[in-house]
């Protein structure tokens, strides 16, 4: 391109030279030997010019300029999540840290005693279900024994009221047989009185026999309650379970608040500035240090809307970093579905009514490439985007 303009320049001079006659050159050089030198520098400045605004036309032919471009980078804000006392910070500003890199550590006395406690709780609670559980082994196995006891005494009792009832039909026959005998005179009263006492006896037997199996059924019904004693104690362990499991839950997050208070760096890059001293006490959510990857970092153009269009993805970009006095390549590789106004904390609401047409800007994404020095989060860069429309 300043081959181009250096051509141009070369054209107008010969062409300055051309039209201008001799004969004159020397007659005016003899009448005012004063202009010379004024008109040479006339001339000279001219072509220069004239240089200059080919070689500007050349040069942006194809190209959007903008200097409205800032180098940006993904900042972390390192901050805590607890809120406790500094008692280490091992980085400062300038530092590279790698990801999990210990950045700052906070008092954990207290998270270590209550993590401590809850253990010793759980332990506690576990012991009591251990024993609970043995409570209701031995409850279920001392009711199903008294059960089997008792339905053994009850089917004792069921045979032995049984027998009695059978004993009582023989005496009530032998009662029969003895009055019918007693009525023609063929017996003595003494078989009589036998006979009578022998029936009254096998009633009461059987009287006997019922209640003893009334009995039976009742102890049946009570050692069925106290085997039901094992389940009331297993719906205690159940609360029990769950009161360990809430324990092991806060087990859990103590452990997690114990691991925050070491804070530890959540990327691979450099620590840009620390905001904390060591010996401070700090907030959940307060700031202590701010770093970046210097690999991932990218320009982003404001470019205006007009010139939209003319942007491509993947298009060749000049760079030069203000910081930097070498000049490097990168590429679009992202283009703004909005304009930048519509990302304005106090959007314009043009209450007066009063309209003035502002040309808005839209980003541009640019990738930077390997090439490019100085790069630094919030540096100011100048851009030539090439286009092909």
């Known amino acids: 391109m300043r081959a181009g303009g250096r051509c141009v320049a070369l054209m107008l001079q010969k062409t300055a030279n051309q039209s201008i006659p001799r004969e004159t050159v020397v007659s005016e050089a003899k009448t005012t030997p004063r202009v010379r030198p004024l008109h040479a520098a006339l001339v000279a400045g001219g072509l220069t010019l004239a240089a200059a605004v080919a070689w500007w036309v050349v040069d942006h032919a194809g190209v959007i300029v903008t200097s409205d471009a800032r180098v940006r980078a993904r900042m972390v804000t390192i901050s805590s999540e607890v809120a406790g006392r500094i008692v280490a910070l091992p980085v400062a500003a300038g530092d590279a840290v790698q990801a999990g890199e210990l950045v700052v550590q906070l008092d954990d006395r207290e998270a270590s005693i209550a993590l401590a406690v809850a253990s010793l709780e759980v332990r506690a609670l576990e012991?009591?279900?251990?024993?609970?559980?043995?409570?209701?082994?031995?409850?279920?196995?001392?009711?199903?024994?008294?059960?089997?006891?008792?339905?053994?005494?009850?089917?004792?009792?069921?045979?032995?009221?049984?027998?009695?009832?059978?004993?009582?039909?023989?005496?009530?026959?032998?009662?029969?047989?003895?009055t019918s005998l007693r009525a023609s005179g063929l017996v003595t009263q003494a078989a009589m009185d036998r006979a009578t006492a022998n029936i009254e006896a096998a009633r009461q037997s059987v009287v006997r026999a019922?209640?003893?199996?009334?009995?039976?059924?009742?102890?049946?019904?009570?050692?069925?309650?106290?085997?039901?004693?094992?389940?009331?104690?297993?719906?205690?362990?159940?609360?029990?379970?769950?009161q360990a499991h809430a324990l092991n839950q806060r087990i859990a997050l103590q452990t997690v608040e114990l691991e925050q208070h070491a804070i530890l760096s959540p990327l691979s890059g450099v620590i840009d500035e620390v905001f904390a001293d060591e010996g401070e006490h700090v907030v959940p959510g307060g700031r202590i240090a701010l770093a970046h990857d210097p690999g991932d970092v990218w320009i982003e153009a404001n470019i205006k809307e007009t010139?939209?269009?003319?942007?491509?993805?993947?298009?060749?970009?000049?760079?030069?970093?203000?910081?930097?006095?070498?000049?490097?390549?990168?590429?679009?590789?992202?283009?703004?579905?909005?304009?930048?106004?519509?990302?304005?904390?106090?959007?314009?609401?043009?209450?007066?009514?009063?309209?003035?047409?502002?040309?808005?800007?839209?980003?541009?994404?640019?990738?930077?490439?390997?090439?490019?020095?100085?790069?630094?989060?919030?540096?100011?860069?100048?851009?030539?985007?090439?286009?092909?429309?």
């Open 307 to 389: 010139d939209v269009a003319r942007v491509d993805i993947g298009a060749r970009v000049e760079i030069q970093l203000d910081a930097s006095h070498e000049g490097c390549e990168g590429r679009v590789q992202r283009i703004g579905n909005a304009a930048t106004s519509e990302f304005a904390l106090i959007p314009n609401a043009n209450p007066t009514g009063v309209f003035t047409k502002i040309t808005q800007r839209v980003p541009v994404h640019v990738s930077i490439g390997p090439d490019c020095t100085q790069v630094r989060p919030g540096a100011m860069a100048t851009l030539k985007i090439r286009t092909t429309k």
């Open 127 to 178: 012991a009591q279900i251990a024993r609970e559980r043995l409570r209701a082994g031995l409850a279920r196995s001392r009711g199903n024994s008294r059960v089997d006891g008792r339905r053994s005494g009850l089917a004792a009792a069921n045979a032995d009221t049984i027998a009695a009832r059978a004993m009582l039909k023989t005496a009530e026959a032998e009662f029969a047989r003895t």
């Open 210 to 242: 019922d209640a003893a199996a009334s009995e039976g059924h009742a102890g049946i019904g009570e050692a069925e309650a106290e085997a039901g004693e094992a389940s009331v104690i297993e719906r205690g362990i159940e609360a029990l379970s769950l």
